[in-house]
């Protein structure tokens, strides 16, 4: 093999004399080929790329024997030689394209700015050069997108801004840190397909920065995990995928949920629980001097469905769908505009004030984010016993403590969980107070709005594995919210597919995933990254997903 | 023992804070922005230096009828502490430290004889026999015993303290946080004590125009810029709190209400606004004379009623915050899981959205103090801030900024409302900042 | 944004109101018309019939808000209220109480001294503002900010009557380089403004600096700032093309908004330099107890202001390119 492009030798970083976040890594990336370093949150892999290039805060400590681009050791480089290098070397995507804009520049004049400051070609040529990369970029009608501001483009032609970006300075080594974390599947598709042609257009090398194991066996060459700020294997991507070696590279592996999972699935028949009959949400839209309702944003637009008792219906849709809403809608915490939803016989859109207060014991919801969704001023005892104190003002508090402490056991916390405030917890720890505090009132339903989109692989696992079993013994139901058709596989035993406020496609998980009937569910299963353990070009397969 | 309005509103603030302070030791997130604050330098040194304006401020509140006291006249333990200082009155304007007065008169000699000259002072280095030549090494040798037996005083309780603490205890005294705030005792102490002890002699700050003694007159005024800067807040406080949270939870026609009543206030330049307000109470006090049965107790009702009115017109700004971060809140998925195991609203808004919106005004409350102090100033100057015979400040610097034209100039009066001035806003500012780090948590005090 | 600004227009309407009716009531409600003549013309030995004709002659003779003995809609428009705050709404502020003078001509003439003092001021002040600001904020974490701040502390807890007082002793007492008050109309008005306008923009230095530096700060954290040192760009291109221009937004919004008070002048420095402007008119009214003149500036201040939050808004969408009104 060729001499790398970049080696690392023996690179760690701390912050503020704390400890090690990159604990004494080297790794090399080779010309033209696709480097993928992957790990949890936490593990290091972001500051790994930011200390290549020097661009972390002035708090950071950087040690390494070397770190060459090209047998050029860049420690050695002063700052103002290192501007040379940043953009036109080595170019960088990060995970966010909204914040990673400028939002008060023109797109055109972002992407002008890289080629001025490292070619500085005339006025013309300039112009020319950078409709040139909104092309290469496949922006569609570049002649009016160039005058753009962010925030007037999608989230998938952003992060294509942000790469025309990291182009145009035409550089060997392209870094992409979780460059489609924040995306939809199938725009990720699309972008993971458009990164792999500029690679083979251009020759650049590929170092990318991910969490999903999925994802990189379907578009790395050579492989390396990073825990905790060390890395803990390195290979080539299929005899990495094959055998894999260190046991928390098959631990990550395990955790990966399964589309096939559910073929496995026992179909048993239980009386409904909940029935949703034509349910809408619509926002309205006020115009004029006097604020006229002119319109109405149909956020959840005519929706039916039922669960039964002990089941779980997954709802899946991309950002924007309207599942959130749905989800909140059910529960009254958003108004619902139309529809009947009846839960164990009772009608709640006809209910309210006492009543619905009263009736709200039945169905709990768990949300995404394990941080906000917990008052930072409260103990746990006292956020998982509100529920109890609320609906049953007559438990006497030794029994409420008692009832706190058996929740936290099922849950699987520790002893004094309850004596601790939220902060102290992690983010899986957190989401399993969240599901004791919705046990708390023995819900018939639980709403569960993405509860693992926040975690990590391993963590996720171990939630839905909580949920289920929590399933088997309680006999509650689930609508799960999500956008991981991976997951759904896991858990549920019905699909309802959401697109733009309707549900397109509604039945069981195995006939949803394995024969799908409508072509949005189709573009959806095709866009997912399935693990492979053989080389497969990326690309063709990010193609058939875009068709 | 005779309680004035603003007195007892002090007490009551003090109480306020106490019962406050009971009730959240031993909250995490009260205890974790607190041991920041008490580990960083400059916030304790700052606290130390506000903690003894207090104490003299305090002091200063109690009131009561002189023992031997003629008439209405009402003084406060301050005033006793001081009676000398209270007392001791020149003629006119003399400087710091002088034993002549400032401008010339007629004086009879011991031999029956006149002459046009500098006459001695009543009582600023009245015990000097021969001022040429005994003055300044007279004033050197006091101010060095002064200092001594401060210093000495402070030495005396660290060496108990020492000797006293047991070991876990100790680091109270051998902290670097404590090191600096003992640093800063250790100076403020020796040099007060250096002071007072030179003002039985002398007039350290000079007189004034009526020959009060200046010395007496700043530390008489640090209880008016406390009064200002807190009563205020505690006119302000429950407004902004209860409007501002009640606009940002119910919206809808409560929001329009609060937010038409704000911007209505916010829209009339507060000036003018305390100025027609105080007008308004001038004339309502010349209409009622008879309910003000003496001097202080006068300029007491002003100053209430100058904190009323400051109160009214600065509360729209945090309640503006306010407002916007319950929106926030009232969005959290805590909240909306609240609602969703059906705790009721006015349990939400006590449990939920009051702890979460306290740093906010925590932070304002401490960052208010300091411009309030120095709004007295401008406003006493445009005549539309406390009572003409009150002590303050802003009074201070009024009155002699008009003899900077003199020649020579008389400066001392400024210089002496400059110094107590700046040190209170300093040591505010300061406190603040550190405050303000330790409670925000976008400064990383949670995380 | 036609549309808009109509309903911020009509919005303005109620709040002007409800300032009349607070003025009103601070001024009418409290104090008796009678109360306010015997304080103009002096509180001993006055006669009755001096008061009525004081009244008369300045239209304080109607009824406060209710004119039982007139006929139909007089019921209503001969009144002290409705006489008073109509004319407000159209401009006609009528004449002062002291010296009955026309208070819309005294407005005219003395607003352009306070505007010529207020704008270099302002312009000055955030040029100067903005400059050091960034010069910490380049040199962030080192020695040079961390005095900067601090002395920032410092000049912001003096009080800004020291200021003046120091600035009119040190320049003009004992150097002598400009005279210490007063004022003259033309360009020989230029070496009456250097001393108030030096001073005003001395005396706002610590607390905007330290303002601009936490705007800049929360600036520099953003994600974007990492992507353009990403590009290649240097740490003082990054500041200069990329934070100033988004911190930029909140503070020219800030400055929008005060542009027009900026017609009020301010009061304590026209009066200590003798400047014949709006803020000196003021503080001379309110030492003078003119209610007249008061509650027109009032009035007038808080028509500037309902303009100034226009204004903001227009701007928003003028300079940030996400904000659209609607």
């Known amino acids: 093999m060729n001499n790398p492009i970049l080696s690392v030798a023996h690179l760690s970083v701390s912050f503020n004399h704390g400890n090690k976040v990159v604990d004494d890594i080297s790794f090399d990336v080779y010309p033209g080929e696709t480097f993928a370093l992957v790990g949890e949150s936490g593990s290091g892999k972001s500051i790994t790329a930011l200390s290549v290039l020097r661009l972390l805060p002035p708090n950071a400590r950087i040690q390494a024997r070397a770190i060459s681009l090209q047998g050029d050791n860049l420690l050695r480089r002063s700052e103002y030689e290192l501007c040379r290098i940043r953009g036109r070397r080595i170019g960088l995507i990060f995970q966010d394209p909204m914040s990673s804009l400028n939002p008060v520049m023109t797109i055109g004049d972002q992407i002008e700015e890289v080629i001025k400051l490292h070619f500085d070609p005339p006025q013309q040529a300039l112009k020319r050069r950078v409709l040139e990369l909104l092309r290469q970029v496949e922006i569609p009608l570049p002649e009016q997108r160039i005058n753009d501001y962010p925030h007037q483009l999608s989230g998938g032609q952003r992060q294509r801004v942000m790469i025309a970006i990291a182009l145009a300075g035409e550089p060997d080594l392209l870094i992409a840190d979780e460059p489609t974390t924040s995306l939809d599947v199938t725009i990720q598709a699309q972008i993971l397909a458009l990164l792999k042609t500029l690679q083979q257009q251009t020759g650049m090398a590929l170092w990318l920065i991910s969490h999903d194991l999925a994802l990189v066996s379907n578009l790395a060459d050579r492989v390396a995990v990073m825990q905790q700020g060390k890395i803990v294997e390195t290979g080539h991507c299929d005899e990495f995928f094959r055998h894999p070696q260190h046991p928390y590279t098959q631990k990550l592996l395990d955790a990966l949920p399964s589309m096939q999972s559910c073929l496995t699935h026992r179909r048993q028949e239980t009386p409904p629980l909940l029935q949703v009959e034509d349910f809408k949400v619509y926002y309205p839209i006020r115009k004029g001097i006097f604020k006229r309702v002119v319109d109405h944003v149909r956020a959840v637009d005519g929706v039916s469905f039922i669960i039964q008792q002990g089941k779980t219906l997954a709802l899946v849709g991309e950002s924007g769908c309207g599942k959130t809403t749905l989800g909140k809608g059910l529960l009254n915490l958003i108004p619902g505009t139309a529809g009947r939803v009846t839960l164990d016989g009772v009608a709640l859109d006809t209910i309210q004030g006492e009543a619905l207060r009263q009736k709200r014991a039945d169905m709990q919801i768990v949300f995404q984010d394990p941080f906000s969704s917990m008052n930072p001023r409260m103990l746990v005892g006292d956020i998982v016993a509100e529920g109890i104190q609320a609906l049953h003002p007559g438990v006497s508090s030794v029994n409420r403590q008692e009832r706190v402490r058996q929740l936290l056991q099922q849950v699987g916390l520790p002893e004094d969980a309850a004596q601790r405030y939220p902060h102290e917890f992690s983010g899986g720890q957190r989401q399993r107070i969240c599901i004791a505090r919705a046990l708390a009132v023995d819900p018939k339903l639980i709403v569960c709005d993405e509860p693992t989109s926040a975690l990590d692989v391993s963590v996720q696992a171990q939630i839905i594995e909580l949920l289920k079993s929590l399933q088997q013994e309680k006999g509650v139901s689930y609508l799960f919210i999500t956008h991981d058709l991976a997951v759904v596989a896991e858990i549920a035993d019905e699909v309802a597919v959401m697109h733009k406020g309707r549900i397109v496609e509604y039945g069981s998980v195995a006939q949803v995933l394995s024969e799908p009937r409508q072509a949005y569910t189709k573009k959806l299963l095709g866009a997912v990254p399935v693990l492979r353990t053989e080389n497969k070009p990326f690309a063709d397969q990010g193609k058939e997903a875009v068709l | ?447 | 944004m036609i549309q808009y600004i109509i309903r911020r227009v009509l919005y303005a309407f109620p709040l002007l109101m409800g300032v009349n009716i607070l003025t009103f009531v601070l001024f009418f409600i409290v104090n008796s018309p009678d109360d306010m003549a015997r304080m103009q013309l002096g509180q001993k030995h006055v006669t009755e019939q001096a008061v009525e004709n004081w009244k008369q002659q300045r239209g304080y003779d109607l009824p406060l808000l209710w004119n039982s003995k007139a006929e139909g809609k007089e019921k209503l428009t001969q009144t002290i209220f409705y006489q008073k705050s109509a004319g407000l709404f159209l401009f006609r502020f009528g004449i002062s109480d002291s010296d009955r003078r026309n208070i819309a001509a005294d407005i005219q003439q003395r607003m352009w001294p306070s505007l010529a003092v207020a704008l270099p001021t302002l312009i000055v002040g955030l040029l100067v503002n903005i400059t050091f600001a960034l010069i910490m904020v380049l040199f962030r974490n080192s020695y040079l900010e961390h005095a900067g701040v601090v002395l920032c502390v410092i000049l912001m807890s003096v009080s800004s009557l020291f200021y003046i007082i120091g600035g009119q002793f040190l320049i003009g007492k004992l150097l002598r380089l400009v005279p210490i008050s007063g004022y003259e109309g033309g360009f020989s008005a230029l070496k009456f403004l250097i001393l108030p306008v030096l001073i005003g923009v001395f005396s706002a230095i610590g607390a905007n600096v330290r303002w601009y530096r936490t705007l800049f700060l929360e600036e520099v954290e953003k994600d974007y700032v990492r992507t353009a040192r990403a590009k290649g760009l240097s740490e003082t291109r990054t500041l200069f093309r990329h934070v100033l221009k988004n911190a930029m937004l909140p503070i020219l919004t800030g400055v929008v908004v005060v542009l027009p008070t900026l017609f009020m002048g301010s009061l304590i420095m026209e009066s200590f330099f003798s400047i014949p402007g709006l803020g000196s008119y003021t503080i001379d009214a309110i030492n003078s107890q003119d209610f007249a003149i008061v509650r027109a500036m009032v009035f007038l201040g808080s028509v500037l202001y309902v303009i100034g939050l226009l204004l903001t808004d227009i701007s928003y969408t003028l300079v940030d390119p996400r904000v659209r009104l609607s």
């Open chain 2, 1 to 447: 023992m005779i309680i004035l309005w603003t007195d007892a509103l002090i007490f009551l603030l003090i109480a306020v804070m106490l019962l406050l302070g009971f009730y959240l030791r031993g909250k995490e997130y009260i205890k974790r922005p607190m041991q920041q604050i008490a580990r960083s330098k400059t916030g304790m040194m700052s606290l130390t230096v506000l903690i003894f304006f207090v104490v003299v401020g305090l002091l200063d509140s109690i009131h009561f009828k002189p023992p031997e006291g003629h008439g209405n006249e009402i003084i406060s333990a301050l005033d006793y502490w001081a009676t000398p200082l209270r007392e001791h009155s020149e003629k006119t304007y003399s400087a710091p430290f002088a034993v002549y007065l400032y401008s010339k008169e007629m004086m009879t000699l011991p031999d029956g004889t006149e002459q046009w000259g500098y006459p001695r002072l009543q009582f600023g280095g009245a015990h000097l026999a021969d001022p040429e030549t005994e003055h300044l090494p007279d004033i050197l040798e006091k101010a060095f015993y002064g200092w001594l037996q401060g210093a000495g005083l402070v030495v005396f309780f660290m060496v108990l303290l020492v000797s006293l603490l047991r070991e876990p205890h100790k680091r109270f005294i051998v902290s670097p946080t404590a090191k600096a705030v003992w640093a800063v005792v250790f100076l403020v102490v020796s040099v007060n004590y250096m002071l007072v002890y030179l003002s039985a002699y002398y007039h350290v700050f000079g007189t004034d125009k009526v020959g009060e003694d200046v010395f007496y007159q700043a530390i008489k005024s640090i209880r008016t810029g406390l009064v200002i800067g807190t009563l205020t807040t505690l006119v302000m406080l429950p407004m902004a709190l209860v409007f501002g949270i009640m606009a940002g939870f119910f919206r809808g026609w409560v929001d329009d209400v609060i937010q038409y009543v704000y911007t209505t206030l916010n829209s009339i330049p507060s000036v003018l606004l305390i100025a027609a307000s105080i007008l308004m109470v001038q004339v309502y006090m010349a209409a009622h004379e008879e309910k003000f049965t003496s001097v202080i107790v006068r300029a007491d009702m002003r100053l209430l009623f100058l904190c009323l009115i400051l109160g009214v017109t600065s509360w729209t700004g945090l309640c503006r915050l306010l407002r916007a971060e319950t929106l926030k809140l009232r969005e959290m998925e805590y909240v909306q899981a609240a609602q969703a195991m059906g705790v009721r609203r006015r349990v939400i808004l006590l449990r939920h959205i009051l702890p979460n919106v306290m740093h906010i005004v925590l932070i304002s409350v401490v960052l208010d103090f300091s411009s309030l102090v120095l709004a007295e100033a401008v406003l006493s100057y445009i005549n539309i801030g406390v009572d003409p015979t009150t002590y303050s400040w802003g009074n201070m610097i009024n009155g002699a900024r008009l003899e900077m034209a003199r020649e020579p100039v008389v400066w001392w009066s400024l210089t002496a409302s400059f110094i107590f001035m700046f040190a209170l806003v300093l040591a505010a500012n300061l406190f603040a900042d550190t405050v303000r780090d330790a409670f925000d948590p976008r400064r990383g005090a949670y995380e």
